[in-house]
């Protein structure tokens, strides 16, 4: 596959059976579930570096 084709990414929701997809091409895509969360994005252009912090939220 060459990179201008991008590739498509399908997610189910298990409990409702609603579905969604997305193309992304020379990107990324985060997908957190449950207790988890993006609590952060840092992006240092001069090096093309992105730093995603992933984070756990506290059982209530």
């Given at each position: 596959?060459?990179?201008?084709?991008?590739?498509?990414?399908?997610?189910?929701?298990?409990?409702?059976?609603?579905?969604?997809?997305?193309v992304i091409a020379n990107d990324f895509l985060v997908?957190?579930?449950?207790?988890r969360y993006l609590d952060?994005?840092?992006?240092?252009?001069?090096?093309?570096?992105?730093?995603?912090?992933?984070?756990?939220?506290?059982?209530?």
């Amino acid at each position: 596959m060459s990179d201008d084709q991008g590739t498509r990414v399908t997610c189910e929701d298990l409990d409702t059976g609603e579905s969604q997809s997305a193309v992304i091409a020379n990107d990324f895509l985060v997908i957190t579930d449950g207790n988890r969360y993006l609590d952060g994005v840092q992006h240092y252009p001069g090096t093309g570096t992105t730093i995603l912090t992933i984070k756990t939220r506290a059982e209530s």
